[in-house]
């Protein structure tokens, strides 16, 4: 399935918000073929001390630079429809998505929920007003500097909702 | 006075070889190609109209005279025959054109059709004249009986724009000899041999023409009436060599095949009908060059690792474009791949100049990995498309676009951890765990390029804001021996907007630098 996260900026606690899913993906057992987590277009380094603390085992992570914004999202439909991963996080840029256009984001879920596989989009928060295909929409708002809200603003059929969530170091 | 056949033990004449079995275990199938002079010579990519629309011969030179060797359809039905001297033929057809027969031309070919044959049993042989001998008990059974066979082989031939007669035998010579007298019904068992060979005309028999005159001086025209021969007397006239391929046909004498050993690598050419530089043209002229490269890999059980596609452009120069398979692949399932990953890569590559030709270089490896297909006939991956995946990004965005990450045992954090370009090859397909042995302390999980010197703000370092400082420090002292020597307190820091940072202090220079995010 398709979800989008949307941060004031990158580095306000996505990936770690993300990780304990991301680990418990990259650790199934017994290990499954399709296991990997892809890191698409990161805003800078994965640090592995940071993964592996955070309980990823580092031989299921891949990263995928790209030079264009659009890349971005042609290799995160590419990751998805390979059935090779159980993860696909990426952050596309501001206005990569915007110019995809609602069709590729369509795609992107139709792929993800096809290969049973969780589909990450990290977006600028100004991207909440337009239409998206997600059935998972968050928001990160800060709290203090170990708290974060989760505004859970579209969740499928279920109601909104906001959950605080204590950030782990 | 032994008789060579039936084999009568006969003291004085040497023991007679054992005859074959009643149902013998080898088949042979013989691909009599009688106008391979001339179609080898068609097959060239220079004489292909001419072969068809005018009245032509090839013809060798037999001391002083020229010899007609095969004419073409048109020629032969004006009169022109296979060894009739040139001047007879011109004086028949004015305008017949002469070719002279090259041997190495007809060679290559027949060692590309071996090559060829090579799918339908890997007992190829193509050291018998104008013929290919096939080995082909064991292939009954996959290719449905013999009919199923031959009729599939004679619909390869003709595709491949070859006349074929053929023939089975349970022996090579047999089948050679019976496929050279246009015997093609099959004969599978011993006493249907000796009646099918009894009846060959020894002009069919590819023995040296003075052999032939004094046979039929003797009055002996068919094998049938040398059987009737004695063996001592046969073998003095005419020479132990006859007498011992007489033992061959029938199979009483082993007659080894040389097998043919197809090349180790694949090379195909194109010439593009016009010049482009349109993607999906240049794709169409490569689809055909995959379907020769996917026979070849078929007929040979090989697989691929890398292919090389070149584009070649009129002033001489080429564009070399090279797709690395992360696995071997065989026929069905890598050709498949290729076009595609081909087409990333061509829309990733800005041409110099348009194309005129087509080139395409694969070495053939033995195939590695048995590959299976599921239930519904998909090919299984045994990493789940990782491969594939892998393969496909690369072509389209650059070879080092994919890597993956390990730890290093070092405190330094700039080189606690390492890239891994080739994680499939590193980590392996199947799951693990990470490294136990680095006991870990809190980290961030980005890591800046390199650190980033902190500015001041009212005496304490600031990142869009003034940082306040949460936890540490940590201190960090390591490197002296490499010249790396780093001597540093760690601090956890954040900023006003929510930003959880790694920053440190230098001891010796007491700069600040922030040199992670905790995300």
Redesign the interface.
């Known amino acids: 399935m398709l979800t989008e996260l949307l941060v004031?900026?990158?580095?306000?606690?996505?990936?770690?918000l993300l990780?304990p899913a991301l680990a418990r993906l990259?650790?199934?057992h017994p290990?499954?073929?399709?296991?990997?987590v892809m890191l698409i277009a990161?805003?800078?380094?994965?640090?592995?001390?940071?993964?592996?603390?955070?309980g990823?085992?580092?031989?299921?992570?891949?990263?995928?630079?790209?030079?264009q914004p659009l890349?971005a999202l042609?290799?995160m439909e590419?990751?998805l429809r390979?059935?090779?991963?159980a993860g696909v996080i990426a952050w596309p840029g501001t206005t990569a998505a915007h110019q995809a256009g609602h069709s590729l984001l369509q795609r992107l879920h139709l792929l993800a929920g096809k290969q049973q596989a969780w589909a990450v989009l990290i977006r600028a928060a100004r991207c909440r007003g337009e239409r998206s295909p997600a059935r998972l929409r968050l928001q990160l708002l800060?709290?203090?500097?170990?708290t974060?809200q989760v505004e859970i603003f579209k969740n499928g059929w279920r109601g909104a909702g906001t959950v605080i969530v204590e950030?782990r170091? | 006075m032994g008789a060579l056949l039936p084999a009568a033990a006969d003291q004085a004449s040497g023991p007679v070889p054992q005859p074959l079995p009643e149902t013998p275990n080898q088949l042979w199938l013989c691909l009599y190609l009688p106008q391979l002079p001339l179609e080898a010579w068609a097959a060239q990519d220079s004489a292909q109209d001419s072969a068809q629309e005018v009245p032509l011969a090839i013809c060798t030179e037999k001391g002083r005279r020229t010899l007609i060797v095969t004419p073409n359809a048109l020629a032969a039905a004006r009169g022109v025959r296979a060894g009739m001297p040139a001047n007879s033929a011109l004086a028949l057809v004015p305008e017949l054109v002469l070719e002279v027969r090259s041997l190495p031309l007809e060679t290559a070919a027949l060692a590309q059709l071996a090559s060829w044959a090579g799918q339908f049993t890997p007992a190829v042989s193509n050291s018998s004249g104008n013929a290919l001998l096939l080995e082909i008990q064991g292939s009954l059974r996959l290719f449905n009986g013999l009919d199923a066979l031959r009729a599939r082989v004679a619909r390869g031939l003709q595709a491949l724009g070859y006349q074929v007669r053929m023939a089975c035998a349970p022996t090579a010579r047999a089948a050679l000899w019976l496929a050279r007298a246009g015997v093609e019904r099959p004969v599978q068992t011993t006493p249907d041999l000796r009646e099918a060979l009894a009846g060959i005309h020894v002009h069919h028999l590819g023995w040296p023409e003075r052999t032939i005159q004094t046979l039929l001086q003797m009055g002996l025209t068919t094998v049938g009436d040398c059987l009737r021969l004695p063996r001592e007397g046969f073998a003095r006239r005419l020479g132990p060599g006859r007498l011992r391929e007489l033992d061959q046909a029938f199979g009483r004498h082993p007659e080894p095949q040389r097998r043919h050993v197809p090349p180790a690598c694949f090379a195909a050419e194109l010439e593009l009908p016009l010049e482009t530089t349109d993607a999906s043209l240049l794709l169409e002229g490569f689809q055909q060059l995959f379907q020769g490269l996917k026979q070849a890999l078929e007929s040979r059980q090989a697989s691929v690792r890398r292919v090389r596609c070149r584009l070649m452009h009129p002033d001489g120069r080429e564009t070399d474009l090279h797709l690395g398979l992360h696995q071997s692949v065989g026929h069905s399932e890598g050709v498949g791949l290729l076009p595609g990953l081909l087409r990333l890569r061509l829309e990733a590559t800005t041409l110099a100049a348009p194309v005129t030709g087509l080139a395409l270089q694969a070495d053939l490896n033995p195939r590695e990995v048995p590959v299976g297909t599921d239930l519904l006939g998909q090919y299984l991956q045994p990493d789940g498309g990782l491969h594939t995946l892998l393969e496909r990004l690369r072509a389209r965005l650059g070879g080092q676009v994919v890597q993956g990450f390990a730890l290093r045992a070092e405190h330094r954090p700039e080189s606690a951890w390492r890239a891994v370009p080739d994680p499939l090859a590193e980590f392996g397909v199947g799951a693990g765990t990470g490294d136990p042995l680095i006991a870990s302390r809190s980290r961030p999980l980005w890591l800046l390029p390199a650190p980033e010197p902190l500015g001041l703000m009212t005496g304490r370092p600031a990142w869009h804001g003034v940082l306040s400082l949460e936890c540490g420090p940590e201190r960090i002292e390591s490197g002296w021996w490499d010249g790396g020597d780093v001597r540093r307190d760690y601090y956890r820091a954040s900023n006003p907007q929510g930003a959880m940072l790694w920053v440190y202090r230098d001891l010796r220079s007491r700069a600040w630098y922030l040199q992670g995010i905790f995300g």
């Open positions: 004031a900026g990158h580095g306000s606690g996505e990936l770690g990780s990259t650790t199934q290990p499954v073929a399709g296991s990997w990161p805003p800078w380094i994965p640090y592995a001390p940071g993964l592996y603390w955070q990823l085992a580092l031989n299921r992570v891949l990263m995928v630079s790209v030079r890349e042609w290799a590419e990751a390979s059935g090779a991963c800060y709290l203090s500097p170990t974060l950030r170091f």
